[in-house]
C-alpha cells in the first residue's frame, strides 16, 4: 500500500487558466476553431464576389467574425473572468489522495470523496483536470507536487484508480 500524497495550495489565476485551457484544447484545439472561423469568412468573401449571392457573402463574412469572437472569449476572456468572480478559488485547498480515497477540505467544504466519483482525467502540460459529472473538473497544478517523485506517485495512484487518463502536451 502507498502512502497518502498530501497536496496544500491555493489557486492562482494562472492555475486555473492554463487548466480550463487544457480542458479546451483537448476537445478542439484551438487552431482548428481559428481555421474553421477564417474559413466561413473566406467562403463569404468569395461568394460577395459573385453578383448574385452578396448577402451570403455578407451573412458568411459576419458568421467566420462572431466565430472568431467567442474562440477567443472562450479561450482568454472566459476563464480569467470566471476566475476572478468565483470565490471558491480564494480558498486554501488540502486534498490528501490515498487508496481509500480523497480527503477534500477548503474553509466550506470538510468531504472523503470516492475515487469513483471520477470518470476520467487529463494528464496536462501544466496540471491535472480530474473529471466528474458531465462539465466538471478538479485542477490539481504541477506546481503543487514537492517533487517530481510525487508528481510520479500521484500520477501512478489516479491510473490505478480513474478508469480513463488521457495525456497531453507533455
Known amino acids: 500500500m502507498s502512502e497518502p500524497i498530501d497536496l496544500s495550495f491555493h489557486y492562482t489565476q494562472q492555475d486555473y487558466v492554463r487548466g480550463y485551457r487544457a480542458h479546451a484544447f483537448a476537445r478542439t484545439p484551438f487552431f482548428v476553431d481559428v481555421l474553421f472561423a477564417i474559413g ?9 464576389t459573385l453578383p448574385d449571392f452578396h448577402l ?3 451573412g458568411a463574412m459576419l458568421a467566420g467574425a462572431i466565430f472568431l469572437a467567442l474562440v477567443v472569449a472562450a479561450y482568454w476572456i472566459i ?7 468565483e470565490p471558491k478559488f ?3 485547498y488540502r486534498m490528501v489522495f490515498s487508496a481509500e480515497g480523497i480527503h477534500f477540505k477548503t474553509v466550506n467544504i470538510d468531504s472523503q470523496l470516492q475515487w469513483t466519483l471520477y470518470t476520467h482525467a487529463l494528464a496536462a502540460k501544466y496540471c491535472y483536470l480530474l473529471y466528474y459529472g458531465k462539465r466538471h473538473l478538479t485542477i490539481i497544478p504541477l506546481r503543487v507536487f514537492q517533487s517530481s517523485k510525487e ?4 500520477d501512478a495512484m489516479i491510473r490505478q484508480h480513474i478508469p480513463r487518463i488521457e495525456t497531453k502536451n507533455r
Do not use: S
Open 90 to 92: 480564494r480558498d486554501d
Open 79 to 85: 476563464p480569467v473572468t470566471v476566475f476572478r468572480r
Open 40 to 48: 466561413v469568412a473566406a467562403l463569404g468573401a468569395w461568394c460577395w
Open 56 to 58: 451570403w457573402g455578407a
Open 151 to 154: 508528481q510520479e506517485r500521484f
